[in-house]
C-alpha cells in the first residue's frame, strides 16, 4: 500500500505561485508513475503533470510552460511548481501514484489539497 499526503495549497494572487508537494510513505523509485491531477468547480478530474521514473514527463495543455513536476527521491516526494497562477488553475490538486505489483498495478490517491487563485 502507498499513502500519498498533499501540502501546499493555499490561496493567491493571479500571478503568483505556489508549489505543492506529495510526500510517499513508500520509496518513489518503486512507483512507476506520479502525478498531480486536479478537479475544478463543476469538472471532473483530469491530469495537470505527470512523471515516470523513467524521468519522462507529460503535462496538460493548460499547464505547459507555468507548470513543472520534479522528484525529490531523497525525500520521497514529487513537487508540483506552479507559476504564473491563473484564476482557471482554482481546484483541488490530488497526488496520484501508479505502481507496478507482480500480480498487476494499482492507482493510488491522496486526499487532496485546495489551491484558489483570486483576487
Known amino acids: 500500500q502507498v499513502q500519498l499526503v498533499e501540502s501546499g495549497g493555499g490561496l493567491v494572487q493571479p500571478g503568483g505561485s505556489l508549489r505543492l508537494s506529495c510526500a510517499s510513505s513508500?520509496?518513489?523509485?518503486?512507483?512507476?508513475?506520479l502525478g498531480w491531477y486536479r478537479q475544478g468547480p463543476g469538472t471532473v478530474r483530469r491530469p495537470v503533470a505527470t512523471?515516470?521514473?523513467?524521468?519522462?514527463?507529460d503535462y496538460a495543455k493548460s499547464a505547459e510552460g507555468r507548470f513543472t513536476i520534479t522528484r525529490d527521491n531523497a525525500k520521497n516526494t514529487a513537487k508540483l511548481q506552479m507559476n504564473s497562477l491563473k484564476p482557471e488553475d482554482t481546484a483541488v490538486y490530488f497526488c496520484?501514484?501508479?505502481?507496478?505489483?507482480?500480480?498487476?498495478?494499482?492507482?493510488?490517491w491522496g486526499q487532496g489539497t485546495q489551491v484558489t487563485v483570486s483576487s
Open positions: 496520484n501514484a501508479a505502481v507496478n505489483y507482480a500480480s498487476g498495478s494499482k492507482t493510488y
Open positions: 513508500v520509496d518513489i523509485k518503486s512507483i512507476y508513475q
Open positions: 512523471i515516470r521514473n523513467t524521468g519522462g514527463t
